[in-house]
C-alpha cells in the first residue's frame, strides 16, 4: 500500500476480482473503488485492488489490508 496521506484517496484504482466471471474495472479514485467494494462485498471474491499512483510497480492492496480498508469509513483514507 502506498504511504497514507491526502492525495491517495483521489488516486485511480483497478478492483481486480480473479474470478473469471466478475470483469476488472477501473474507478477515478481509490475511494470510489472502495465504496464499490463496500456496496458488492458478496459478489466479489478474491479480489485485490491496483492502485494506479505513478509507482512502479502499482501498489496492490489485498487481504487483511483490504479488508480493514473496506471497514473503514471515507474519512480515514483522506
Known amino acids: 500500500m502506498p504511504d497514507r496521506n491526502p492525495g491517495h484517496a483521489r488516486v485511480p484504482a483497478t478492483v481486480h476480482c480473479w474470478s473469471e466471471d466478475v470483469p476488472s474495472r477501473t474507478f477515478v479514485s481509490l475511494e470510489k473503488a472502495l465504496a464499490y467494494c463496500r456496496k458488492n462485498i458478496g459478489e466479489l471474491p478474491a479480489i ?12 496492490i492492496i ?13 474519512r480515514n483514507l483522506i
Do not use: M, T, W
Open 48 to 59: 485485490e485492488l491496483f492502485v494506479h499512483c505513478g509507482q512502479i510497480p502499482e501498489p
Open 62 to 74: 489485498s487481504g487483511d489490508e483490504l479488508a480493514a480498508l473496506i471497514k473503514a469509513k471515507r
